[in-house]
């Protein structure tokens, strides 16, 4: 794609589903308290400037806080108009308030609420209600089966996830589908093989998969993507600067996958960066622009704290990387021969 001639934020059709979304979308993971306790003015303010630079999709999760990044959205969305955005959350978890938190979330704010593990059917019904509640509004347009993957489970359960979820969280998400609720039902998870397996299982309309296609990562284009190409599956992006080593640079303390760097990540995001300082462009903005580039993929969601996030993140698009940069990541086999790059 030619940013350059592009406006702001270009929209792309959401697979089979007829939804145009913006090519940006806001992921509301870090106003939930991700890595910080928020000021809940600049949290509401972060999903403001997000609808303000031409986002429309919003996506959220019961996990996001336990519920804070839910009411944050729903408190920002609630004075524009509902029919100039979609809603994007997720179920497999509902939120008990009576239970402890516990720490295993990885939030270090957020609400006071115990989250329930749950892809029954029933379960199921119970996240959307809850979902709804917290967002204030009478519908939400795409929901996704959450965190189906051994990151969250473990090896050993993941098989017995899988089935829970085919049996109870799909069954009432097709049920909403069917009865004109929702809009679309997906998946969101990190594991490329997990997207694939519910894309043979079930009939699904989005998949949002996290962290698995970026410049360091391209494994997700040589079968996941052809076969949601295949299937009409419309396809959103996430942890695109994975876990934010691709936004920081190869710096002290960078993250990858949520954990600190190993010296071979380091090593190659160094080789990344020297090519791109050689074009006078910035990691993060090539960063973007690469994974937008595949045809494949309808809108990426990133996450921000703050409006200046926001805008500085809708900006990256106006700063378009030459064609050489591309292809001195391909010469120098940073990036696959046939990578899908801008044009």
Known sequence: MDFANEK????????????????????????????????????????TAAYDVGMNIFDAAPLYGHGLAEHRCGTALRSVPRDSFLLSTKVGRWLDPFAARGNGSGYVGGLPHGAIIDYSYDGTMRSVEQSMLRLGVGRIDILLIHDVDAWTHGEAAVETRFAEAMEGSYRALARLRDDGVIKAIGVGVNDVGMCERFASAGDFDVMLLAGRYSLLEQGAAESFFPLAQRKGIGLLLG?????????????????????????????????????????????????????????????????????????????????????GLWDDLKSERLLPHDAAVPS
């Open 8 to 47: 702001p934020l270009p929209s792309r059709t959401l697979g089979r589903t007829g939804l145009q979304v913006s090519c940006l979308g806001f992921g509301a993971a870090p106003i939930g308290d991700l890595y910080q306790v928020l000021d809940e003015g600049r949290a509401i303010g972060a999903v």
């Open 239 to 323: 942890g695109v600067f994975n876990s934010g080593i691709l936004a920081t640079g190869a710096r002290d303390g960078a993250r990858y996958n949520y954990a600190a760097a190993s010296e071979a990540v380091l090593a190659r995001v160094r080789r990344i960066e020297a090519i791109c300082g050689a074009h006078e462009v910035s990691l993060p903005d090539v960063a973007l622009q690469f994974v937008l580039a595949h045809p494949a993929v309808s809108s990426v969601v990133l996450g921000a704290v703050s409006a200046d996030e926001v805008r500085q993140n809708a900006a990256r698009l106006s700063r378009r990387a030459p064609r």
